[in-house]
């Protein structure tokens, strides 16, 4: 079995009251360790908070299936995070809040763009 599976096992094995908030205390612990790992300039308040938001956007799901799947998920994305199999730039993709990541609409520029704003977006 693979070893990325490891949290995700434990996870489905313990019986929890609220198996998401054991999982988000899990990730937020970890995350100090992961912005060490990946040598990440976020500062750990808005890496939290990003995270935070993540969870949100999930809130209103009331099926319990559904919800297992996410929490098995969450335990493997950390999992592989913390082995590093997951790239920097996606980490950064998914911690940073302020990205405009829609299709093209990340490189496009007006007329009124400085300088800065053309280099910093022509990655």
């Known amino acids: 079995m693979p070893i990325a599976l490891q949290l995700a096992l434990k996870a489905r094995a313990s019986v929890s009251p609220n198996p998401v908030?054991?999982?988000?205390?899990?990730?937020?612990?970890?995350?100090?360790?992961?912005?060490?790992?990946?040598?990440?300039?976020i500062p750990l308040i808005d890496a939290k908070k990003s995270i935070r938001s993540k969870f949100q956007e999930y809130a209103k799901i009331q099926d319990p299936r559904v919800t297992d799947m996410l929490v098995e998920?969450?335990?493997?994305?950390?999992?592989?995070?913390l082995l590093q199999h997951t790239q920097r730039s996606h980490l950064l993709?998914?911690?940073?809040?302020?990205v405009e990541m829609e299709g093209s609409n990340r490189k496009r520029l007006n007329g009124r763009s400085t300088i800065d704003e053309q280099f910093s977006r022509g990655y």
């Open 73 to 81: 998920k969450g335990y493997m994305d950390l999992e592989e995070t």
């Open 93 to 98: 993709r998914s911690l940073s809040l302020n």
């Open 21 to 41: 908030k054991k999982l988000y205390r899990a990730i937020v612990k970890e995350v100090p360790r992961v912005l060490t790992i990946y040598d990440m300039d």
